[in-house]
């Protein structure tokens, strides 16, 4: 399994974890080290970064509303592409 995020499949445009708590507020990354109220992962894909994107949101807003509870598991999920034939 690869440790990076793949384009989005529908702009191809770039795709960032974001640290969160366990209710999902945002926190930067220094946040791992001291996870004083859970710690879970999000996806950003900023309508910033990817104007044309259909899926893109404003800056702060994450993209969807699962939360992970790893890096690992939140880049498995958004790597997974459904294969046609």
Do not use: Q
Request: net charge negative.
């Amino acid at each position: 399994m690869t440790n990076k995020l793949l384009p989005c499949p529908f702009c191809g445009g770039k795709a960032h974890i974001a640290v969160c708590d366990a209710e999902g507020n945002p926190h930067d990354d220094s946040y791992e080290n001291d996870p004083w109220s859970g710690l879970s992962y999000t996806l950003m894909h900023s309508f910033i970064e990817n104007e044309l994107c259909p899926i893109a949101h404003f800056e702060d807003t994450t993209l969807g509303t699962t939360l992970y509870d790893s890096r690992e598991e939140l880049i498995k999920a958004w790597n997974e592409r459904i294969k046609n034939g």
